[in-house]
């Protein structure tokens, strides 16, 4: 059973920092892809950012050059620093992984319980 697990979510003030991990445990083959998504009371779940296996990473026009995703293969854990934080960036914030529990299976899409993420102005 894969699981993934988030951490760092926290309250900051306008301005602040916070770095958010995600670390998958279980029988995990490969991992092609990790991202980072969000979801604000009322409104619709947001990819902010992804990054490849290669180390291909794309970001949400609305997080581009504040956030920076990041990983440790080694530790199947993904980063997400946070910089520059807005008051509209309170969320709740999900990390999802694109993976393979074996060579020749398919492909599985995971997410974590989510973490909080409060910024007051």
């Known amino acids: 059973q894969v699981q993934l697990v988030e951490s760092g979510g926290g309250s900051v003030q306008a301005g602040g920092s916070l770095r958010l991990s995600c670390t998958a445990s279980g029988s995990i083959f490969s991992i092609n892809v990790m991202a980072w998504y969000r979801q604000a009371p009322g409104k619709q779940r947001e990819l902010i950012a992804r990054i490849t296996s290669e180390g291909m990473t794309t970001y949400a026009d609305s997080v581009k050059g504040r956030f920076a995703i990041s990983t440790d293969n080694a530790k199947n854990t993904v980063y997400l620093q946070m910089n520059g934080l807005r008051p509209e960036d309170t969320a709740v914030y999900l990390c999802?992984?694109?993976?393979?529990?074996?060579?020749?299976?398919?492909?599985?899409?995971?997410w974590g319980q989510g973490t909080q993420v409060t910024v007051s102005s």
């Open positions: 999802n992984e694109n993976l393979r529990l074996n060579r020749l299976g398919p492909t599985y899409i995971y």
